[in-house]
């Protein structure tokens, strides 16, 4: 069987790590592997950024190896304070118990649980919520250097506006769920995003100081856009996993319409096409990219939501871009004939705004039916009698509305 790490490296899951011989050696004896990876509660969700570590999650699992979910029903008391500027909100015992019991649903569908290396979802609330403060200080803490820890890059973005003690914390517990994990279940590797590289360095660097033993780290890139930014932002927000935050339709419309730019990292790094057809679908430089990109659409909305949904969502598509609207995604809305499309715009999720929903107006970009909208007092009934229509919102949105 082929090395996990060459298959990883092959596909780009692998940002960064250390002690890379070793590990290389490690996940290819043949022996099962136990690694893991942590995922805040702070929603009742994951979402598209979590999406590159569980499919490195997978992979590590189709080569043999036991994965570990450990959610941080105890570090999320606390908030990760990685990639922010700001304190994250406190959440309640029972907003975090509600959202980790969907996060398990949510893993379900990626990961398998049978077998000798069936995955396992571990919730850190089992040893953190009743630590000692006292002994952790004498038992953890002292293998931790406060100078080092201030040259975090998790932390350098917070010291501005005042990082707090609580914050200051997280980089210990999350080392110590690390050391945890290898006495409980043997784990011998952590994986995670790349903004999350001190923290999971510390938990293998304390591993082998205290326990003198190997512990390994790698990290995956993060989803970015041809300008560097995080993708998975909507008009609504977050391209959530959970299709009552975000539905299957606009799931798939969303890597529908990804840069050309992006296409052949997104079916390698969210995807199990074999990296040959990807190589063969993605070699064009023009209209026959849509191709690639329709291809990509489906396959990630069938990993997430299952097949049925991603069929009917690409038949909706289809039917959008085609002007069927019989089989176009339908949106309810309240209103009436005298109701402004401004408010249609709003309430149909094409805009996050009134103000925005102005500009669109004002740029040309709206139509009813066949019909451009040019002024922002107009209202429905100045293109149709009907209670349902067809709202097309540049080249990309194309919904029936129902007026209700």
């Known amino acids: 069987m082929k090395n996990a790490l060459d298959i990883l490296r092959e596909r780009g899951y692998v940002g960064q790590t250390v002690y890379e011989e070793d590990l290389y050696k490690i996940l290819g004896s043949g022996e099962s592997v136990p690694f893991y990876v942590g995922f805040d509660p702070t929603a009742d969700s994951l979402h598209i950024g979590h999406y590159i570590p569980i499919m490195a999650m997978a992979h590590m699992q189709r080569c043999g190896h036991k994965p570990i979910a450990l959610v941080g029903g105890g570090t999320g008391m606390i908030g990760d304070p990685s990639g922010r500027t700001d304190l994250r909100s406190m959440l309640t015992k029972e907003q975090i118990a509600h959202n980790v019991d969907c996060i398990k649903k949510q893993m379900e569908r990626f990961l398998s649980f049978d077998g000798d290396n069936g995955a396992i979802i571990v919730n850190n609330a089992d040893w953190l919520l009743d630590l000692n403060y006292i002994e952790f200080l004498r038992d953890i803490g002292v293998y931790f250097s406060v100078n080092k820890m201030l040259t975090a890059e998790c932390f350098k973005m917070r010291m501005e506006k005042g990082l707090s003690f609580l914050e200051f914390n997280y980089m210990l517990m999350q080392a110590y769920d690390f050391l945890m994990l290898n006495e409980k279940y043997g784990v011998r590797l952590e994986m995670g995003g790349n903004d999350q590289w001190s923290n999971i360095l510390a938990g293998a660097d304390l591993i082998r100081r205290k326990k003198h033993i190997d512990a390994f780290a790698v990290t995956c890139p993060l989803l970015l856009n041809s300008e560097g930014k995080k993708m998975g932002k909507t008009a609504k927000g977050a391209l959530w996993l959970s299709a009552d935050r975000t539905t299957p339709y606009e799931f798939y419309q969303y890597f529908r319409n990804v840069e050309d730019v992006k296409v052949e990292e997104c079916l390698r790094l969210l995807t199990f096409l074999e990296l040959d057809e990807i190589a063969e679908l993605t070699k064009y430089n023009d209209e026959r990219m849509n191709v690639a990109k329709e ?15 991603a069929e009917k969502a690409r038949s909706q598509a289809r039917a959008a871009f085609g002007g069927n609207a019989a089989d176009m995604p339908t949106v309810n809305v309240s209103g009436n004939a005298d109701t402004t499309v401004i408010d249609i715009l709003v309430g149909a999720g094409a805009a996050t705004s009134k103000g925005e929903a102005r500009r ?22 100045k293109f149709t009698s009907k209670s349902e229509f067809v709202l097309h919102k540049g080249k990309k949105f194309h919904v ?4 209700g």
Not at 295 to 309: D, F, I
Not at 363 to 372: A, F, N, P, S, T
Not at 400 to 403: A, K, Y
């Open 295 to 309: 291809r990509l659409a489906y396959e990630v909305t069938k990993l997430v939501h299952g097949e049925e949904e």
């Open 360 to 381: 669109l107006i004002d740029g040309g970009g709206v139509r009813i039916g066949d019909d451009k909208v040019t002024s922002i007092a107009d209202t429905v009934g």
């Open 400 to 403: 029936r509305i129902v007026l």
